[in-house]
Every structure is written in structure tokens, then in C-alpha cells.
Nanobody, 123 residues
Framework: QVQLVESGGGLVQPGGSLRLSCTAS??????????MAWYRQAPGKNRELVAV???????YYADSVKGRFTTSRDNAKKTVYLQMNTLKPEDTARYYC???????????????WGQGTQVTVSA
């Protein structure tokens, strides 16, 4: 069974930056065959797709984070990253990664979820 572990969350002031990481295990998991997505969920709100990093160079960003967030991956480390800059209070949420498939502009999530990492943007 795939395990995804997110890290890097924390408390940051508006305008600040954080880099989230999501690492997959076990080592026999074919990380490089999966498109990886970042979601977030704030209290009382629906889960929102934030970004997708395909197995290649294709990326997707929600309009709310476009130009501020950047996703990347290191297949050798089985890790996907989410660099978040110019953070806003409305970015406050629990962030999750998912291993799935991205095809023709649609991300197909799977049951491969991490436990999430909390991001709080507040002065």
C-alpha cells in the first residue's frame, strides 16, 4: 500500500513563503508513473485542487494560486514539492498530496492520500 507523507507546513505571516514536501513509500512504489496533485481543505470548506505536477513537464494551478505557487518533483527521492510564495490568509488550510492521473485537463484522484500538513497564514 502506498503511503504519502506531507511535511513543511507551519505558521507564516502574510507575504511569507513555505515549501511543502510529499514523500512516497514504500520504495517499490512506482512514484514516477503517477501524476501528483496538491489539494487543500479549510474548515467548513470543500477540498480544493491546488496544483498538479505530471510525470512530465505538465503542471496545473488553480487560479487562486497561479503565479504564487510552484510544484516540482524529484523522482529519485519519490518526492513532490509545493513552493508557496506571497502567502495570503486565505491560503490557510490543511494541504494534502495525492498520487493519481492527469489527463486532458482533468485530475483523477485515487485513494492514495497523505495525512496532510497544516498551513496557517496569519499576522
Amino acid at each position: 500500500q502506498v503511503q504519502l507523507v506531507e511535511s513543511g507546513g507551519g505558521l507564516v505571516q502574510p507575504g511569507g513563503s513555505l515549501r511543502l514536501s510529499c514523500t512516497a513509500s514504500p520504495t517499490k512504489f512506482s512514484f514516477d508513473e503517477y501524476d501528483m496533485a496538491w489539494y487543500r481543505q479549510a474548515p467548513g470548506k470543500n477540498r480544493e485542487l491546488v496544483a498538479v505536477q505530471s510525470t512530465g513537464d505538465t503542471t496545473y494551478y488553480a487560479d487562486s494560486v497561479k503565479g504564487r505557487f510552484t510544484t516540482s518533483r524529484d523522482n529519485a527521492k519519490k518526492t513532490v514539492y509545493l513552493q508557496m510564495n506571497t502567502l495570503k490568509p486565505e491560503d490557510t488550510a490543511r494541504y494534502y498530496c495525492n498520487a493519481g492521473a492527469y489527463h486532458r485537463g482533468t485530475y483523477y484522484e485515487t485513494d492514495n492520500w497523505g495525512q496532510g500538513t497544516q498551513v496557517t497564514v496569519s499576522a
